[in-house]
């Protein structure tokens, strides 16, 4: 390590703390006072933006001072790494099309029991695992087929970030959906995958908020 690599990891944790400013529920209710309903669409837009423009920097810094390498896949092996990547960062989206409620504006500022209040509604890749950003977040870092020191740095804090970032996310949805995530959580796992640990109803339109 070097001191690039304490620039690097400062401007990650900088990047780390906006992301979380943004992402709560303060900012959110702040832009909704500032514009209304009508910025619910348009934050996880600026949200993202946000993010890209943010990250790229971090971006440059790597590929200027990498630092020393510590491994490199052999090919062909390398293009499996890759692929392997990709198929899991495509099938990340499958958590956005399996529950798109959950990521509402509206439905985050809503309070459990409250006659807003959306249902859980579990289906798809949720039946299997309840925080499937994390599994998918781990997953196409640390199967990045060549690494560095300044790259390991970069890593080992986001998984940190990600571990942290699962647990109040977890925190929201139970404030947000209340004795039906409990419930929820009773039955599936967080981050791995069981095969006998999966919600019954997935098949069954009915909502287990209507399970009460």
Known sequence: MNYFSGIIALYL????????LLASLRAKTMARGLMGSKVD?????????????????????LILFPGRVLYVIPS???????????????????AFLD????????????????PAELQLGIKGIYCWIRDPFLLSGLLIIWLTPFMTENLLLVYLIITAYLFLGSLHWESRLLAQFGEAY?????????????PNKRWDNCNNKKDIAGRK
């Open 13 to 20: 944790i900088g990047f780390a703390t906006l992301h979380s």
């Open 182 to 194: 409990i419930l929820y959580q009773t039955k599936v796992p967080r981050i791995i995958p069981q």
């Open 41 to 61: 669409p348009w934050y996880p837009i600026f949200f993202s933006v946000v993010a890209v423009i943010t990250i790229f920097p971090l971006m440059i810094m």
């Open 76 to 94: 062909p092996w390398i293009w499996f790494f890759f692929l392997a990547q990709l198929l899991v960062g495509i099938g990340s989206l499958r």
């Open 99 to 114: 529950a798109p409620h959950r990521f509402l504006i509206r439905a985050q500022l809503t309070e459990s029991h409250s």
